[in-house]
């Protein structure tokens, strides 16, 4: 059970740590997901963080687009 959350809390941290370096870089899901791999070989985000990701990436080229 100690393996499984220790599992579930790394992969929340590096979709965290994805998501902010998308904001604060403007790179994309691909750019960002190779950077922390960079790091840590074995992050895997499963479908649908990798999905609420790349939703993210849309949401903020609109918002770069209209100058946010």
Not at 24 to 51: S, T
């Amino acid at each position: 059970r100690r393996n499984i959350q220790s599992k579930l809390i790394s992969i929340q941290s590096s979709t965290l740590i994805i998501a902010y370096l998308m904001k604060k870089k403007c790179w994309g899901f691909r750019e960002a997901i190779a950077f922390v791999r960079q790091a840590r070989p074995n992050v895997c985000p499963n479908l649908g963080f990798e999905r609420q990701l790349k939703e993210y990436e849309i949401s903020l080229n609109r918002q770069a687009e209209m100058g946010y």
